[in-house]
């Protein structure tokens, strides 16, 4: 497999480096602090093109290939995991969705405008006693004549107070459990429809979630998103594509803590030299390196395959289970690196450590990857033999 960037590839990476130096950086550490959702910012990734970047131009997106992606995140995610998190839900997880599974009618309204950065978009899976095991939607849709009336609640929803489109999972033919499950676009604003409190979170804090609950809302059938019962294998496919996504913002976590803890190994001095010739330093830095290398190419061989329509479940999921394992890794040596400075927010290592820890969580937990790989290798054995 040729890992070799093209130069749209490298153009593409430079540029997302270019704008997450000179537009995000600035406020990253004051927005941890307050929490307030980078509005402008996200504003101006939808101009640059990276709120809908494989989606085809046709339906107000880059028409960019996943590794273009993946090299986009990995540049966010060094400077602000937060509006990283932002752009990777809208790319992977809604405006996928809406592209594979929407008609052309629901492209040209709903994705459209997500695609192009107008608006935003949110996915909603999870729910209060919902988590990894996503075949049992307490949310409810009843269809009512040419309307589906939806009633439950969703947990730990990114974008969730700012999204104008919310991709929500609900059983609409309880007998026929996960294969009765639909999907099914709502709107803000729609009666019925509320939106909880933002959560005061350990990381990612300018990145907006919060819960939602859905009281007899009213959703024509023209926003319900693919066949009746379909919902489960689109909320299970999009995951195998948001992977990557979270893959290469748990490494842009960790190689952006991994440059700082260089640069201030050059910068530190202890016993009369620089502390990177010292050798307990020089063997930190280079399994820091080591680490986040492997990390990315087991995420760019996932992208490779999503972009040659060849099968990449087990492989996204390898690479999200090892790269948000190294980003707290690696964040955590990158603190110790930086002895006392480390721990203040000003030298922003303690930042990584905090929001490295979600990527093993969301986007399904290092458990669940360890059983998605299982479950693959093991099916890939039986063909085999």
């Not at 969730?160 to 009765?180: E, L, M, N, R």
């Not at 059938?221 to 693919?226: E, Q, T, V």
Request: glycine content about 10%; charged content about 25%; hydrophobic content about 40%.
């Amino acid at each position: 497999m040729n890992f070799q960037l093209s130069e749209d590839h490298i153009a593409i990476r430079d540029a997302a480096r270019d704008f997450a130096q000179n537009e995000i950086a600035s406020s990253a550490i004051e927005r941890d602090l307050t929490g307030e959702f980078p509005y402008e910012i996200v504003k101006k990734l939808g101009e640059l093109g990276f709120m809908g970047m494989m989606v085809d131009p046709r339906w107000g997106g880059s028409g960019l290939d996943a590794v273009s992606y993946v090299l986009a995140m990995e540049e966010v995610s060094k400077v602000d995991a937060s509006c990283a998190v932002v752009m990777s839900v809208n790319n992977s997880l809604v405006c996928w969705g809406l592209e594979t599974y929407g008609n052309d009618e629901q492209k040209d309204r709903i994705l459209k405008p997500l695609a192009s950065g107008q608006k935003l978009g949110a996915y909603c899976l999870s729910e209060p006693g919902v988590g990894s095991d996503a075949t049992q939607q307490a949310t409810t849709a009843k269809r009512d004549g040419n309307n589906w009336i939806i009633d439950g609640a969703k947990n730990w929803i990114t974008n969730g107070t700012t999204a104008d489109y919310y991709i929500v999972f609900a059983q609409s033919d309880p007998a026929k459990k996960h294969k009765g499950i639909s999907a099914f676009v709502l709107e803000k604003g729609m009666p019925g429809f509320e939106i909880g409190k933002k959560e005061d979170k350990l990381g990612i804090r300018s990145s907006d979630t919060c819960s939602l609950s859905f009281t007899g809302v009213c959703v024509p059938d023209a926003n319900r998103l693919g066949d009746e019962g379909t919902g489960f294998k689109l909320a299970m496919e999009s995951l195998n594509g948001g992977r990557i996504g979270i893959a290469a913002q748990a490494l842009g976590i960790a190689s952006g803590a991994y440059e700082r803890a260089v640069k201030y190994s050059f910068e530190r001095h202890a016993f009369g030299k620089p502390i990177n010739q010292l050798q307990a330093i020089q063997f930190k830095l280079a399994d820091m390196c080591v680490k986040i290398d492997a990390a990315r190419l087991l995420i760019l061989r996932a992208a490779r395959l999503k972009d040659n329509h060849e099968s990449y479940i087990k492989e996204a999921a390898m690479a999200k289970l090892y790269a948000s394992t190294i980003a707290m890794e690696v964040a955590n040596q990158a603190i110790q690196i930086h002895g006392g400075y480390g721990y203040v927010r000003e030298y922003i290592v303690e930042r990584s450590l905090r929001d490295a820890k979600i990527t093993e969580i969301y986007e399904g937990t290092s458990e669940i990857q360890h059983i998605v790989i299982a479950r693959q290798l093991l099916k890939e054995y039986e063909l085999t033999t």
